[in-house]
């Protein structure tokens, strides 16, 4: 990024020349971008740590890193006030019952960065019984930042690319101008495993082919 | 390791500690105690119903006053029982530890809860209910920790399997060593980690809701009395977590409250179960060091030593076994004690945090942590999960020279030799780090007033409570694992015990203090011995990736900065631990956080879980 985006100048469209002496105070520009902009430049990531990445992630925000000079470092305790959820760390399943929850809290624009390896796809404890593959599986995921964890680095090049893919929208395409309200994820229920409510047709269908053959294959089920 | 090869060891006439135990307890109870004969084992086998009786003979008789580790074992093939081990040890002499067990069948498993000899017991046997499936009789509180209320089965076990089983043991069959890959998700119906009892139907399952799990927290509180509308009471309950920015992560308290006074605390656990000993016993052993990375995930590299001291006392049981070099022995203590600074300073800092200073203290406590990292990430590879242990050795000796990061606005581009980074972080850097922090923090009236007696934990309470680490030695409890049953080279280092008496808040931040300040000494003195061994070996014998570990089982444990590790690690021979379990200090320490809470008031929870210090990753495993 250059300084020039950042500024006013950045703003403006070439299309429309303005006077040397203007530059810093009068940008010509669509209403998409002002948009896109602003809100690229102030996004409120919720505070929320997981599990290992959270650690890198507090480093990033530390003076060493500095994050705030992307304009990220004001974090939200509370989902109500946030507009990034960073998930940063192995989702577990009990975990992911409060994770849609607090997704389904945050107003939109609403963005998801999956910070890791577990975040982006159950990384190395994926094998484990109670490891959700990847946070995918259940809320839709913006960006995926690689690593376990990723470096600071690694983390504000996700910011970046985040901060890119919102200066793309168009407010005529965005899902929360549209009419009517934008539907919950569905929170996922802690049975003898995870459920996923819009899995349960799936479900009902196997358990349907496993009594079926249940009946066939064993017909008395007292052995065992 | 101070650990000598099994001959030298055969030459010394010490006497046997197990088997004095057993003669004095075999007098009390002739039918009921018996010694552990199997190859590699060691110990005494209780009968189940002399188990509490033993148990409080051990305690207050022979002096075995601590509680270590309670965990179960399943032997399925090899005599289809249940085993509960316990070690205990003598918190005053120090010394190694005593090993006790006692069998149960698989159907139906039932122990006593030794819950009334050390309380300690109580979430250590809530685990092997959930995981393992044994019930134990007499606990007050017998119900799932890590995993829900509902869940399919034990999944320890070792006929559970897990949604994506493939083997028993790895490399799976599958992938090696055809170097096939494949996604789990796709032999899975569900295209997810999930998996469905055979008669399971939706239509006839009601999942348990809230009001349910609040009812059955045991807290004597009736949720119908609460909500009954005539009754005049200013008593509620409040949920902190899992997603509460002062939980350190995703713990989760749910708190009794009589106006602000807390009347009583539970914590609920297991948001980042991540199936670490599951894993971990379908793992090689050598496979499973990058694991232990993520236990304690701001200590990563004093993990890797508790494990690999572990296998090496497994090692130890073979014929062909040699302890690490010198030089290892030396980085891995240099390693271990930077662990430790940056544990604390973090610690610290996030106290602060707790204490409503958000951030600022924090910044300037994890500044000097990134020099450290800087250095872990030039000698391992990685900042924060280094994977640096092995057995017998280390295996990278460290850089000639550290460089730092480029292109950092807020950081000068150091390149400099290993050597002078070290000595200047070492003698300039870290001590003045210390000393600001005193300096800002000590006298702080805010700290004190919100610290001093506040979340007090008594020395006899510590100890019942099993707790380890800083928050043992804040109550008045000198006991170090590096003096009280030495490793590595410890002994011919010069420092001393962190000790301080009132076990409140204030106490336990300055014992932090203390720690590092002796682990900064204990660093100087390594300084000369890694000059006199430059170009020594850094590991013992050949670098096989499949070590052979003979039979038997091992209980290895370090002075983690947050409490005692340990490793319970059962080999059957063969190429993966049979059984492997992690004696993990965040966890264990949470067992007194109830007591240390009770008749404070709300804010001082979150101060008082942020002294004791947590990490998730190890609470939960």
Known sequence: MTHDDRGLKGLNNPDYPIPEELQSTIAVTSLDRIYNWTRAKSMWPLLFGLACCAIEMIATAASRYDLSRFGMEVMRASPRQADLLIVSGTVTKKMIVPIVRIYNQMPEPKYVLAMGACASGGGPFKEGYNVVSGIDTFIPVDVYVPGCPPTPQALMHGFLTLQKKIESQSLRTVPWYRSGESEAIPVPILGPDIIDPRQADLIRRHAEQAAASRDTTTPAPTEA | ?621
């Open chain 2, 1 to 621: 390791m101070a650990e000598k090869p099994v001959a030298e060891q055969a030459g010394v006439a010490a006497p046997d500690p197990v088997a004095e135990i057993l003669a004095a307890l075999s007098e009390q109870y002739p039918d009921a105690v018996q010694a552990d004969t199997r190859k590699g084992y060691s110990g005494i086998v209780v009968r189940p119903e002399k188990l509490v009786e033993v148990a409080t003979a051990l305690r207050d008789q022979l002096g075995y006053d601590y509680l270590s580790s309670a965990t179960a074992v399943d032997y399925l093939g090899k005599g289809d029982h249940l085993e509960m081990v316990y070690h205990v040890y003598r918190i005053r002499q120090g010394g190694p530890a005593l090993v006790f067990k006692a069998l149960t069948p698989r159907v139906s498993a039932t122990l006593p809860s030794l819950i009334s000899v050390w309380p300690g017991a109580d979430l250590q046997e809530r685990e092997a209910y959930d995981l393992m499936g044994i019930r134990f009789e007499g606990h007050p509180n017998l119900k799932r920790i890590l995993l829900w209320e509902g869940f399919n089965g034990h999944p320890l076990r070792k006929d559970w399997k897990e949604a994506y089983y493939e083997q028993d043991q790895k490399p799976f069959d599958s992938r090696w060593p055809g170097g096939k890959v494949h996604r789990a998700e796709e032999n899975n119906p569900y295209g997810r980690n999930v998996s469905y009892p055979d008669d399971f139907t939706l239509e006839g399952y009601t999942p348990p809701d809230e009001n349910s799990i609040y009812a059955g927290l045991g807290m004597g509180v009736s949720m119908q009395e609460l909500a009954s509308p005539g009754l005049e009471t200013e008593r509620l309950i409040v949920n902190l977590g899992p997603h509460h920015p002062s939980t350190h992560g995703v713990f989760r308290m749910i708190v009794t409250l009589n106006g602000e006074t807390i009347e009583s605390l539970e914590p609920v656990m297991g948001y980042l179960h991540r199936n670490h000993e599951k894993i971990g016993e379908r793992n090689t052993f050598i496979q499973n060091m990058p694991f232990t990375d993520r236990l304690d995930y701001i200590s990563s590299m004093s993990n890797n030593f508790g494990y690999a001291m572990a296998v090496e006392k497994l090692l130890a049981l073979g014929a062909r076994y040699q302890p690490p070099p010198y030089r290892a022995e030396v980085i891995r203590v240099l390693m271990a004690e930077f662990t430790r600074v940056v544990n604390h300073l973090w610690a610290i800092g996030f106290l602060l945090n707790d204490l409503g200073a958000f951030f600022t203290p924090a910044l300037y406590a994890i500044g000097e942590r990134e020099l450290i990292l800087d250095f872990f990430e030039a000698t391992a590879g990685s900042r924060l999960m280094c994977n640096y242990m092995r057995f017998g050795g280390v295996f990278k000796d460290l850089p000639e020279r550290i460089q730092g990061i480029p292109l950092l606005t807020n950081d000068r581009v150091r390149n400099e030799p290993t050597m002078d980074f070290l000595d200047s972080l070492i003698n300039e850097r870290l001590p003045r780090a210390v000393d600001e922090l005193d300096r800002y923090l000590t006298k702080s009236e805010i700290m004190i007033t919100r610290c001093e007696g506040v979340g007090v934990l008594p020395p006899e309470m510590a100890i019942a409570y099993s707790t380890a680490g800083p928050v043992l030695r804040a109550s008045g409890v000198p006991y170090d694992i590096r003096r009280s049953d030495p490793y590595s080279i410890y002994p011919e280092l010069d420092f001393d015990v962190a000790v301080r008496y009132n076990g409140d808040i204030y106490d336990r931040y300055l014992i932090r203090l203390d720690e590092i300040r002796q682990s900064i000494r204990i660093l100087k003195q390594l300084l000369p011995r890694l000059r006199e061994t430059e170009g020594q070996p850094i590991i013992s014998g050949t670098k096989a990736y499949s070590p052979r570990v003979p039979e038997g089982e091992a209980y290895g444990r370090v002075e983690n900065p947050k409490g005692e590790l340990g490793f319970y690690v059962i080999s059957d021979g063969g190429q993966n631990a049979w059984r492997y379990h992690v004696r993990a200090p965040s966890y264990i320490n949470l067992t007194a956080l109830s007591e240390m809470c009770k008749g404070h008031k709300i804010a001082d929870v979150v101060a008082v879980l942020g002294s004791i210090d947590i990490v998730l990753g190890e609470t939960d495993r």
